[in-house]
């Protein structure tokens, strides 16, 4: 009778192999699983960054396609600035008139805005005025685009088909005449992006007629 029991049963050692054969499977299950979740969450952030790329590049496009030949005031009145400016160092990308605001509630103002691009931390930010030739006492409306970048570039395509950093281009004795000089425009807009993720991105924007 007792042996019968024995031979029909499992032994303390059995046992303990048992535990410990399912132990290494479930650590081994475990850590499978783990790291699948830490891929399914990368995979989710970087598909996050790659929208917000995707937003900011259709949102710049819609910028300088669209730019107008449209200089403002100055924010004291006194002189004009051009249609399309940069600055120097501390001070916005790039300064600049564009047309084809939208207007969904109708409200009284006219269809072109006055906008810029600013780099402040490794964000690229974008301002835009309420009113198309602001004063001293008028603050842009700022929208962040873009994070975590190492630069931005950008560069234009002057008449001469010459890539220029600085807009408008120095033309000896042009400063005088408005319609030549602050209406400028450029073919086209070359924007390169230095991100941490993708590295170096460079968009053209051909500018519209």
Do not use: C, K
């Not at 409200?107 to 309420?130: D, F, K, M, S």
């Amino acid at each position: 009778m007792s042996t019968r029991a024995r031979t029909g049963g499992f032994t303390l050692l059995e046992l303990l192999v048992a535990i410990f054969i399912a132990a290494i499977m479930f650590a081994i299950g475990y850590g499978v699983i783990m790291q699948s979740l830490r891929a399914r969450g990368a995979i989710r952030r970087d598909q996050r960054q790659l929208v917000h790329l995707q937003s900011a590049l259709r949102i710049m496009e819609q910028d300088f396609v669209q730019l107008a030949p449209r200089p403002i005031r100055t924010a004291n009145g006194l002189g004009w600035e051009p249609a399309l400016m940069t600055s120097g160092a501390g001070g916005p990308l790039a300064q600049f008139t564009r047309g084809g605001w939208s207007n969904p509630l109708g409200l009284q103002r006219p269809e072109l805005e006055r906008v810029a691009y600013v780099l402040h931390h490794g964000t690229l930010i974008r301002e835009h005025w309420n009113v198309l030739d602001p004063t001293l006492s008028d603050r842009p409306v700022e929208r962040d685009l873009l994070r975590h970048l190492r630069g931005v570039t950008l560069r234009y395509l002057d008449l001469n088909h010459q890539w220029v950093r600085q807009w408008p281009p120095p033309v000896a004795g042009a400063e005088s005449t408005l319609d030549s000089y602050y209406r400028m425009r450029p073919l086209a807009v070359e924007v390169t992006l230095r991100t941490r993720q993708w590295g170096r991105i460079v968009r053209i924007f051909e500018v519209a007629e």
